[in-house]
């Protein structure tokens, strides 16, 4: 996925600045967290129904892209 930027967004007000998943207060980091215990896409779909799989692809791509990510940010 390379429009990661269409569903994540950067906000200082929302968890500190941590990117999340635009329109919650989810953020890439927990989906990763979630994916690492094992949880599959339809378990984190069922238990947070406001996201997409779209969400969960573009939270994979911002994390394998990460440090362009940061350079992006930074600039």
């Known amino acids: 996925m390379n429009n990661w ?4 967004e950067f906000n200082k007000e929302i968890r500190f600045g941590k990117p999340i998943i635009k329109g919650t ?3 890439v980091s927990d989906i ?3 994916l690492a ?4 896409y339809d378990d984190i779909l069922r238990d947070y129904p406001s996201l997409t799989r ?3 692809y573009a ?7 990460r440090e362009v990510n940061i350079k992006t940010i930074a600039a």
Do not use: C
């Not at 215990?37 to 599959?40: A, Y």
């Not at 939270?59 to 892209?65: N, W």
């Open 59 to 65: 939270a994979l791509a911002f994390s394998a892209d």
């Open 5 to 8: 930027r269409s569903h994540i």
């Open 54 to 56: 779209e969400h969960i």
């Open 25 to 27: 207060r989810i953020a």
């Open 37 to 40: 215990s094992e949880m599959s």
């Open 32 to 34: 990763l967290k979630w």
